[in-house]
């Protein structure tokens, strides 16, 4: 049923219950497995110094997680690709899924803090509102 | 002494404080350091207001902290000037000229000639309207185009080389229109040129020769030099940050091979200085006066994106970007944080505007670093594919035979990819 599985990853402990049912699905289903973690990094900033320093912890953090993911899933028999793109969460998950024909996206119930998500909403509302394919929320 | 220890401390918990909410909300450091100085200023007003504890709240700044202060947004305007492309500037020249110009003298003429004829502030207020409000923040600007990969992108280079043009705009008008125009002056643009055209050369054999020395003698070089322009500067009652713009506009091609020596200033300069800066720049703001000039602080930023649009937009079309990006361009350039406040803060410093109208500049600039770039984000974004930045590609699994367990074993490999969207957009 699902041949192209997309998984978001950012290092919280709700998005390590989607890696883990998404290594289970694509197991079952023999499906080709992606992670994508997003390097979002604020727009309103003060130095083009910041920009960088922040830009850069950021993919550094998040290469390190990809790379936990993909030892992960090899230990379960699993081959998968590990993805860092720039942009905004949701957006930018869409965007993959919608270029890289995934026909569902594993996704946890929140990663931000609760402040972020109370002013700016939660990236798991985004994506299955306007996800191209099915969205599988692990809680 | 000790007073001053107390005054440091205070005041290095607050930089401590900003650091610690920038981090765990992610967002800029800077903004948050106005921010908490704006509430850490208005709260010990109003503790001292009420003589709590029978103690004396105070945390204006004494000498020593503008001193930090002022060498902080020094050594901010020489970084920014710094950071240009100086092939990305020759490239497109003409294009980047035109647009960076226009960005800066449509908002600085309209916001100036609103305060003085609208709101009734004097000349001087109002230049320093005008300028606070014409500035285009390039931190904004290249924030945005990083997470798009346009930074990458002609266009992208165009726009980021017109808001260095914008900015020195600012810096320019900053130091000549308050200038004493006397043998000060002559002396203090002798002395600039002079500087100026030897710096690239000798600067560049200075490091050669002593980069890599551990009493970092090119970091005490470049602050010999700033010190020096920014002595001449303010004998000629001119503005230091234009010396400071034009020499790092004119060591940048210098410091792009000179990667250590930035970072080992950035490090100074962002644990230090401009701490006290954005600190001090946010505790001068007085939180009631904001309540009475709300509708000023409206009016204000809506005669900076309308004026920004007079100057930018049909340029954008008479070099024939598509619609989208025209609309996207001008609302960049409408952006502004850093060089804003430094105005504001040099008029306050200097007289020329009153407390109220500094906390009401303050705020203009700061949301002009917020409205644009969400207008801009939502409506104009161009759509090109989101940059992966890191893949990391696993190695086929591999069941080794002489494994005791049978175990899996392998290695991963990471490949760090950078996509270049498209390049300077045409009519379409």
């Known amino acids: 049923m699902f041949r192209k599985i997309l998984v978001a990853i950012d290092g919280s402990p709700a998005s390590e219950k989607a890696l883990a049912a998404a290594v289970d699905l694509a197991t079952h289903y023999r499906a080709e497995l992606t992670a994508i973690s997003v390097a979002e990094v604020p727009a309103v900033v003060g130095l083009v110094d910041e920009v960088d320093e922040l830009r850069q912890n950021a993919e550094n953090h998040l290469r390190e997680i990809g790379q936990a993911a993909v030892e992960y899933a090899r230990s379960r028999g699993v081959v998968l690709r590990s993805v860092v793109v720039r942009g905004h969460a949701a957006e930018t998950i869409v965007h993959y899924a919608e270029n890289n024909a995934a026909d569902l996206i594993v996704i946890g119930p929140h990663g931000h803090s609760r402040i972020t998500r109370f002013f700016l909403g939660s990236t798991t509302d985004r994506v299955s509102e306007h996800s191209p394919c099915s969205v599988l929320i692990v809680k | 002494m000790e007073y001053n220890w107390e005054i440091a401390t205070v005041w290095m918990g607050l930089a401590l404080l900003a650091s610690f909410v920038s981090i765990r909300y992610k967002l800029s450091v800077a903004l948050v350091e106005i921010l908490v100085g704006i509430a850490a200023g208005n709260l010990a007003l109003l503790l001292d207001y009420y003589h709590l504890f029978g103690l004396q709240w105070e945390l204006k700044a004494n000498e020593w902290i503008a001193f930090l202060a002022g060498f902080g947004s020094i050594l901010l305007t020489f970084m920014a000037g710094a950071e240009i492309e100086p092939a990305a500037l020759r490239k497109f020249l003409k294009e980047s000229l035109a647009i960076g110009t226009a960005s800066f003298a449509a908002p600085f003429v309209g916001a100036m000639l609103f305060a003085r004829y609208v709101s009734g502030w004097d000349w001087n207020a109002a230049m320093i309207c005008g300028i606070a409000l014409s500035t285009t923040s390039v931190a904004v600007v290249y924030a945005v185009m990083i997470e798009t990969g346009l930074n990458e992108t002609d266009f992208g280079k165009l726009i980021l080389a017109a ?266």
């Open chain 2, 163 to 428: 808001c260095f043009i914008t900015d020195f705009g600012t810096v320019f008008a900053l130091g000549v229109c308050f200038a004493n125009y006397d043998w000060s002056l002559v002396l203090f643009v002798l002395v600039a040129i002079v500087v100026l055209w030897l710096a690239p050369r000798f600067v560049r054999w200075f490091f050669t020769r002593y980069a890599t020395h551990v009493s970092e003698p090119g970091v005490k070089m470049v602050f010999f030099v700033l010190f020096g322009l920014a002595a001449l500067a303010t004998i000629s009652r001119s503005e230091a940050v234009l010396p400071a713009y034009m020499v790092g506009l004119a060591l940048a091609g210098v410091f792009a091979h000179q990667r250590d020596t930035i970072r080992r200033l950035r490090t100074t300069v962002f644990a230090f200085l401009t701490p006290f800066y954005f600190l001090n720049a946010g505790m001068k703001v007085f939180l009631p006066a904001l309540w009475s000039g709300l509708g000023l602080i409206i009016i204000l930023l809506l005669v900076k994106l309308v004026t920004k649009f007079i100057g930018v937009y049909p340029l954008t079309r008479y070099f024939r970007f598509n619609n989208r990006d025209c609309h996207y361009t001008t609302l960049l350039m409408s952006t502004g944080l850093t060089f804003g406040t430094i105005s504001a803060l040099f008029g306050l410093n200097n007289g020329y505007i009153d407390q109220e109208q500094y906390s009401i500049l303050v705020v203009v600039v700061i949301a002009s670093a917020i409205v644009p770039t969400i207008l801009a984000q939502t409506f104009f974004k161009p759509d090109v594919e989101p940059p992966v930045v890191v893949a990391i590609e696993p190695s086929p699994v591999v069941l080794r035979a002489d494994s005791p367990d049978g175990a899996i074993t392998g290695s991963t490999t990471s490949t760090v990819i950078v996509k270049r969207p498209s390049s300077l957009p045409t009519e379409q």
